[in-house]
């Protein structure tokens, strides 16, 4: 199968599995949250800010990992990639050992000592991140096998292992909502179970299907690899840990200034973002390995291309959810929760433009990945996103709304937009106008259209769904209409031609 067409299927695959899991989540958060109330909401949002942090090393070696395993994989050696892939697992069981050790510690200090739980819910929420390390000591142990199959580019079977889980999950929540007895313990057991079992599945699948991932101790602990993969997963490290610190980080700060009540609005917004966030990154992570694959290869020039086009294109996904859901932002809570949060509405609008941002450069990131030399550019990046931090404090201490945190993330945000955008023009000599008139100009425009076909009929048409549902499909038609002609160049069109009838042959 050509890269194109591969690129095309698994964009497709992958967004189908988001569209449903995010469609599933956001319908279930109201079981979720009408079962476990505002406290216990609020509760699991901050325990599992915690266990985050144990988490994310899973994201940051899964990274590494396929990065090196779609290098060698563009290089044509099947052997080197079982050589990285064992060198992978090593360190992985390793980590996953160590990591939750750690993390059990530090979280159940935090629990006790430090966050603003009340009294009584104190010792459920330590057995609800006890509970969450189980997952995540499977989760970080299940990153090689994993991410053989991003860098084999299996993405559509990725997808349906989550299209499983979300209905696991969409099930599970429908439960707790008539369940008796401790619907907090009850959630974070069946919310730990699900992953679980499918990361034992997909190890087991992974083994049967790769030769690449054919277990060779011989080849564990290799000095040269783990040093690599160590390497760049440390430098890597530092960004993450930006993103990390930010994102959970300001939760504790909000927990420590507001209480439980205000981390419940905190995390239904960051779960409408980071639904609305995954539409694009599932299309979007289809280009990933072929853009690391791409630099293995030789190819830079095909590598930086394919690097635009994911700025743009994610950006104009970006704008298709996020417009028309802004507009309509308090019909559409108020549907879905009934009686939202207060600050709700608001957390969501400030973190979604704080993701549109981050698109607009994406990337460029996944190019700088591509290319392996990441240490100065993580240090760079991290320490901007690391800054919100400071910033939010100091918002809060003087005395501003919660939501000001929101206006923090989006200035360090677009900081390190701009350090992305300086960082490829240093490393590969691409001119800035190129982003400018390539991924800028074309957003704006498509930005416009949208942002004008959702609020004509918001003013012209008393509140209803079927508002909603009008403001949607216009903001959707004068969008798609706008980024065929403006948004995309002539290369792009004939790729979505030739993708679009590939995928219809398929289906025949």
């Given at each position: 199968?050509?890269?194109?067409?591969?690129?095309?299927?698994?964009?497709?695959?992958?967004?189908?599995?988001?569209?449903?899991?995010?469609?599933?989540?956001?319908?279930s958060?109201r079981?979720?949250f009408?079962?476990?109330?505002?406290?216990?909401?609020?509760?699991?949002?901050?325990?599992?800010?915690?266990?985050?942090?144990?988490?994310?090393?899973?994201t940051?070696?899964s990274?590494?990992?396929?990065?090196h395993f779609?290098?060698a994989?563009?290089?044509g050696?099947?052997?080197?990639?079982?050589?990285?892939f064992?060198?992978?697992?090593?360190i992985?069981?390793?980590l996953?050992?160590?990591?939750?050790?750690?993390?059990?510690?530090v979280?159940?200090?935090?629990?006790?000592?430090?966050l603003?739980?009340p009294?009584?819910?104190v010792?459920v929420?330590?057995?609800?991140f006890?509970?969450s390390?189980v997952?995540?000591f499977f989760?970080m142990?299940?990153?090689?096998?994993?991410?053989?199959?991003?860098?084999?580019q299996?993405?559509?079977?990725l997808a349906?292992?989550?299209?499983?889980q979300s209905?696991?999950?969409?099930?599970?929540?429908?439960?707790?909502?008539?369940?008796?007895?401790d619907?907090?313990?009850?959630?974070?057991?069946?919310?730990?179970a699900?992953?679980?079992?499918?990361?034992i599945?997909q190890?087991?699948?992974?083994?049967s299907?790769?030769?690449?991932c054919a277990i060779?101790k011989?080849y564990?602990?290799?000095a040269?690899?783990?040093?690599?993969i160590?390497?760049?997963?440390?430098w890597?490290l530092i960004?993450?840990?930006?993103?990390l610190?930010?994102n959970?980080?300001?939760?504790?700060?909000?927990?420590i200034y507001?209480?439980a009540?205000?981390?419940?609005?905190?995390g239904?917004?960051n779960?409408?973002?980071?639904?609305?966030?995954?539409?694009?990154a599932?299309?979007m992570?289809?280009?990933?390995?072929?853009i690391?694959a791409?630099?293995?290869r030789?190819?830079?020039?095909?590598?930086?291309?394919?690097?635009?086009?994911?700025?743009?294109i994610?950006?104009i996904s970006i704008?298709?959810?996020?417009?028309?859901?802004?507009?309509?932002?308090?019909?559409?809570l108020k549907l879905?929760?009934i009686d939202?949060p207060?600050?709700?509405?608001l957390?969501?609008r400030?973190?979604l433009?704080?993701f549109?941002?981050?698109?607009t450069?994406?990337g460029?990131?996944?190019?700088?990945n591509?290319?392996g030399?990441i240490?100065?550019y993580?240090?760079t990046?991290?320490?901007i996103?690391v800054?919100?931090?400071?910033?939010?404090w100091?918002f809060?201490y003087?005395g501003?709304?919660?939501?000001?945190?929101?206006?923090a993330?989006?200035?360090?945000?677009a900081?390190?937009?701009?350090?992305?955008?300086?960082w490829v023009?240093?490393?590969?000599?691409?001119?800035?106008?190129?982003?400018?008139?390539?991924?800028?100009?074309?957003c704006?425009?498509v930005?416009?259209?949208?942002?004008?076909?959702a609020?004509?009929?918001f003013?012209m048409?008393?509140?209803?769904?079927?508002?909603?549902?009008?403001?949607?499909?216009t903001?959707?038609?004068?969008g798609?209409?706008?980024?065929?002609?403006?948004?995309?160049?002539?290369?792009e069109?004939?790729?979505?031609?030739?993708?679009?009838?590939?995928?219809?042959k398929?289906?025949?």
């Amino acid at each position: 199968m050509k890269s194109s067409q591969r690129i095309a299927l698994n964009a497709m695959a992958s967004f189908s599995r988001t569209i449903l899991g995010a469609g599933l989540l956001l319908f279930s958060s109201r079981w979720v949250f009408n079962g476990l109330g505002q406290i216990d909401f609020g509760i699991y949002s901050i325990v599992g800010s915690l266990i985050i942090f144990v988490v994310f090393f899973n994201t940051v070696m899964s990274t590494s990992a396929s990065r090196h395993f779609a290098f060698a994989i563009g290089q044509g050696d099947m052997r080197e990639v079982n050589r990285w892939f064992n060198a992978a697992l090593s360190i992985h069981l390793v980590l996953a050992v160590v990591l939750v050790l750690a993390g059990w510690m530090v979280g159940e200090y935090w629990i006790m000592h430090w966050l603003t739980i009340p009294v009584e819910r104190v010792l459920v929420s330590a057995w609800v991140f006890r509970i969450s390390l189980v997952s995540a000591f499977f989760g970080m142990a299940s990153v090689p096998f994993i991410a053989m199959f991003t860098a084999q580019q299996r993405i559509t079977e990725l997808a349906i292992f989550g299209v499983i889980q979300s209905f696991c999950c969409f099930i599970w929540a429908w439960w707790i909502s008539q369940a008796t007895g401790d619907r907090l313990l009850l959630y974070a057991i069946g919310m730990s179970a699900i992953p679980t079992s499918l990361y034992i599945v997909q190890i087991f699948r992974a083994l049967s299907v790769f030769e690449e991932c054919a277990i060779n101790k011989y080849y564990f602990f290799d000095a040269k690899r783990l040093r690599e993969i160590t390497s760049f997963a440390v430098w890597n490290l530092i960004g993450s840990l930006g993103a990390l610190l930010r994102n959970q980080g300001t939760a504790i700060l909000l927990n420590i200034y507001f209480g439980a009540k205000i981390n419940a609005s905190y995390g239904i917004a960051n779960q409408v973002s980071a639904q609305t966030n995954q539409v694009a990154a599932a299309m979007m992570g289809a280009f990933t390995p072929e853009i690391t694959a791409s630099e293995g290869r030789g190819n830079r020039e095909g590598m930086l291309s394919l690097a635009l086009r994911v700025c743009k294109i994610g950006t104009i996904s970006i704008l298709f959810i996020t417009i028309p859901l802004m507009v309509e932002l308090e019909y559409i809570l108020k549907l879905w929760l009934i009686d939202p949060p207060e600050h709700t509405a608001l957390f969501c609008r400030l973190i979604l433009t704080n993701f549109l941002i981050d698109w607009t450069t994406s990337g460029y990131m996944m190019a700088v990945n591509a290319y392996g030399r990441i240490a100065a550019y993580q240090a760079t990046l991290g320490t901007i996103l690391v800054m919100t931090l400071p910033i939010a404090w100091v918002f809060l201490y003087i005395g501003l709304e919660p939501t000001s945190v929101g206006i923090a993330f989006i200035i360090t945000m677009a900081l390190c937009s701009i350090g992305r955008i300086l960082w490829v023009k240093h490393l590969f000599g691409v001119p800035l106008q190129r982003w400018i008139s390539r991924v800028l100009v074309p957003c704006v425009f498509v930005g416009i259209i949208i942002l004008i076909g959702a609020i004509f009929p918001f003013l012209m048409v008393p509140e209803s769904f079927c508002r909603l549902v009008l403001t949607t499909v216009t903001s959707t038609v004068m969008g798609v209409v706008i980024t065929w002609y403006v948004g995309l160049d002539d290369t792009e069109r004939v790729f979505f031609k030739r993708s679009i009838m590939n995928i219809m042959k398929k289906m025949k």
